[in-house]
């Protein structure tokens, strides 16, 4: 064990003596308090959970059979001798930071975090703590996003240049999260077509509508579908599941997938895609830097991503970081989602 104090750093995950529980644990134990319903987050197995109901909603779909408590936020909560509480971290519906008192010292761990008010997730509330559990999956200062107005422009231009040659435009995006941003930037207006949601996405759509998440309107993606039924049709779908037969229904496609990733040149040029777009649900350079300065945390602990450049800076300009192993995983978003 590291990290003396309130949490504490295992190999089951981020434990809590004073309360008994377990953050975001990726091996199975008794009590898990989970910051958001991502995969390498929020794992089967655990003998109790404790999520935002927002979170829970896809946690049952996702995990079937669970035994489940809700935290709305900001509600404090006494875990044995911890004081518990849940915040919004801005990252996807229902996501939050989770703050932990124990005898006046604080602790907050983000989970996966971004600072950007996407106008879908509940905005991401700076906390004030003495330790910050942070990742840093864009700890680089070459991540800056633009604002989301700019990149729905390009994505509707590019929706629309397609439509105006017959072609259908078929967006990759992950289930959980960033499918649900794009169908609230892209589909509240009149576009160039229909939206359509594969049922991976269609399915976490249903689980948010019935969490009390204003999605507009999508139809699910189904056999009937084509691009004769739904000409200059936009189709939102995971990136693992665009190279399926059912593109064959649509051509002539056009793809492109939506990743912080796509900001990297190498790998966009890597990827055999047409198009990126550069829209991230994690923090950006500057975000990371927002985040924890506003913290005013004494200690910062950095979790996964570019530890080892985001600690240094860190350190360089004054804090007390320090990396911690963990086995969250650094996608953009959730790879080990249903495709
Ligand atoms: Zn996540
Ligand atoms: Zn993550």
Same mark, same amino acid.
């Given at each position: 064990?590291?990290?003396?104090?309130?949490?504490?750093? %295992? =190999?089951?995950?981020?434990?809590?003596?004073?309360? #008994?529980?377990?953050?975001?644990?990726? *091996?199975?134990?008794? *009590?898990?308090?989970?910051?958001?319903?991502?995969? #390498?987050?929020? !794992?089967?197995?655990?003998?109790?959970?404790?999520?935002?109901?927002?979170?829970?909603?896809?946690? !049952?779909?996702?995990?079937?059979?669970? %035994?489940?408590?809700?935290?709305?936020?900001?509600?404090?909560?006494?875990?044995? #001798?911890?004081?518990?509480?849940?915040?919004?971290?801005?990252?996807?519906?229902?996501?939050?930071?989770?703050?932990?008192?124990?005898?006046?010292?604080?602790?907050?761990?983000?989970?996966?975090?971004?600072?950007?008010?996407?106008?879908?997730?509940?905005?991401?509330?700076?906390?004030?703590?003495?330790?910050?559990?942070?990742?840093?999956?864009?700890?680089?200062?070459?991540?800056?996003?633009?604002?989301?107005?700019?990149?729905?422009?390009?994505?509707?231009?590019?929706?629309? =240049?397609?439509?105006?040659?017959?072609?259908?435009?078929?967006?990759?995006?992950?289930?959980?999260?960033?499918?649900? *941003?794009?169908?609230?930037?892209?589909?509240?207006?009149? +576009?160039?077509?229909?939206?359509?949601?594969?049922?991976?996405?269609?399915?976490?759509?249903?689980?948010? !509508?019935?969490?009390?998440?204003?999605?507009?309107?999508?139809?699910?993606?189904?056999?009937?579908?084509?691009?004769?039924?739904?000409?200059?049709?936009?189709?939102?779908?995971?990136?693992?599941?665009?190279?399926?037969?059912?593109?064959?229904?649509?051509?002539?496609?056009?793809?492109?997938?939506?990743?912080?990733?796509?900001?990297?040149?190498?790998?966009?040029?890597?990827?055999?895609?047409?198009?990126?777009?550069?829209?991230?649900?994690?923090?950006?350079?500057? +975000?990371?830097?927002?985040? &924890?300065?506003? &913290?005013?945390?004494?200690?910062?602990?950095?979790?996964?991503?570019?530890? #080892?450049?985001?600690?240094?800076?860190?350190?360089?300009?004054?804090?007390?970081?320090?990396?911690?192993?963990?086995?969250?995983?650094?996608?953009?978003? =959730?790879?080990?989602?249903?495709?």
């Amino acid at each position: 064990m590291t990290g003396c104090g309130v949490l504490t750093f %295992t =190999d089951k995950g981020i434990y809590c003596p004073a309360g #008994d529980f377990y953050i975001d644990p990726w *091996r199975p134990v008794p *009590r898990a308090l989970i910051t958001h319903a991502h995969a #390498d987050h929020a !794992r089967w197995g655990h003998g109790q959970y404790l999520a935002t109901p927002r979170s829970l909603a896809v946690m !049952r779909h996702r995990l079937g059979q669970i %035994t489940a408590q809700t935290a709305d936020y900001g509600h404090v909560l006494r875990i044995n #001798d911890a004081e518990v509480s849940f915040h919004p971290a801005g990252h996807v519906p229902g996501s939050a930071q989770i703050r932990v008192s124990v005898a006046g010292q604080v602790w907050v761990a983000s989970g996966d975090y971004k600072t950007e008010n996407d106008g879908l997730s509940e905005a991401f509330e700076p906390l004030r703590c003495h330790s910050f559990i942070t990742e840093s999956t864009f700890g680089l200062p070459v991540f800056r996003w633009q604002p989301q107005p700019q990149i729905a422009q390009q994505i509707l231009r590019w929706w629309a =240049d397609n439509a105006a040659v017959g072609k259908t435009s078929v967006l990759g995006a992950y289930a959980l999260g960033k499918a649900q *941003r794009l169908l609230h930037m892209l589909a509240d207006g009149p +576009g160039p077509g229909p939206v359509l949601c594969h049922a991976a996405v269609e399915n976490t759509n249903a689980c948010l !509508r019935a969490a009390g998440v204003a999605l507009p309107h999508s139809d699910v993606l189904t056999q009937e579908c084509s691009a004769k039924t739904h000409p200059g049709a936009l189709i939102i779908a995971p990136p693992g599941a665009i190279e399926a037969s059912w593109t064959r229904r649509f051509v002539p496609t056009e793809l492109a997938l939506a990743s912080g990733w796509m900001g990297l040149r190498g790998i966009r040029r890597r990827r055999a895609m047409a198009t990126g777009f550069v829209v991230s649900d994690h923090a950006d350079w500057p +975000g990371l830097l927002q985040a &924890t300065k506003e &913290t005013g945390a004494e200690n910062i602990y950095v979790t996964h991503g570019y530890t #080892d450049i985001f600690t240094r800076y860190l350190s360089e300009n004054g804090h007390s970081a320090q990396v911690v192993p963990t086995e969250f995983g650094t996608e953009d978003d =959730d790879s080990t989602g249903p495709t």
